[in-house]
Structure formats: structure tokens, C-alpha cells
């Protein structure tokens, strides 16, 4: 009777010991799915991104004060690549052979611009209210008529500023641009 209680209770327990190492396994197989899937969900999100950021948005770091207060050295910045319209008064980032600049639309195609020894600016003939802008103390007389499909730009802290008015840049040409800015981020410098 002993010897068959111990066969019983043997054959239970190895029973018992297969069950126990079939859910380990199973368990296992199960983590292993779980991770694949999480790691395969993070390479699709890490994708999308890419894609984003190089075919819809595009995200630059400033260097220089020429915009400042509103955008300043060391700020990054988030731009839209899809627009095709840049309206007067909208930031836009476009390409120069030593890289990206950021500046502000003053005038586009067909328009005059008129820059006056006291700062004031006028497009055709109106006068532009700037209250992003800060103006030179002498600032040179200027006249510009910006041909089609071009774009005469300025930063906003003109005595800085290397912009429309200086030959290196002179009008920027649409295909130049690269898109319009529509976010600035800020981290506090320690």
C-alpha cells in the first residue's frame, strides 16, 4: 500500500512539474511576443517621426540675436515645410549656402519698400507698424523694388541684422525657402 501511495504521489508530482514547466514556457513565449510588439510599435513611432520631420516639418536651432526678442540665440524652432504662402509679417527659415537663416517678411513680389533714416518702414507706400521690430539709431535710406517671386526680408533687431539690405542675401528667391516657422522653444540658460 505504501509503494502505491509513493507511485500515486510520484506520478502527481511529475504531473504537477510538467504543468508547472509548460506555463514557464508559455509565460516566456508570451514576454517575448509582448516585447517584439512594444519594440516593433517604438521603431513604427521612431519612423513616423523621421518622416515628419524630414518631409512635412523641419526643427532648426538659432544661432544669432538678429530676431531677437521674440526668437534668440539658442532657441529651437518647429517650421512647416508644406506652406507656399508667406504672408508680410510671418517668420520664415530659408537656405543660404552657409546654412539656414531665419528672418521676417516684409514685402513680396511686385512690392516697394522704403526704409527711412529714423527706422520707419512703408511697403507701397503705407507705413508698416512693426512693434516686433528694433530699429537702428541712424538708419540708412533705402529703396527697394522686390521682383516677382521674390522676398524682401529683415530681421528684427536691425543694427544686427545681416538681411535684404545687405548684398550677401539681397531678395530672397521663393525656392530658397525652406518653410514658415510656427513654434519657438525656449529652455531658461544657466
Known sequence: MKEEKAEISFNVSSQLWQQINWER???KLRQRRRRRGLLAGLAGVILFLMLVLNFVMGVDRVSGDSMSPGIQDGDWILYSRGTQDYPRGSIIVFALPEGDVVKRVIATGGDRVEL???????VN????????AIPQQKEAAYQYNVPEN?????GDRRAVSVDSRDESIGMVDKGQIRGRVIAVFRWQKK
Open 150 to 154: 521674390s522676398f524682401f526680408l529683415l
Open 25 to 27: 514556457k508559455q509565460l
Open 116 to 122: 527711412q533714416t529714423d527706422g520707419r518702414l512703408s
Open 125 to 132: 507706400g503705407q507705413q508698416v507698424e512693426e512693434n516686433y
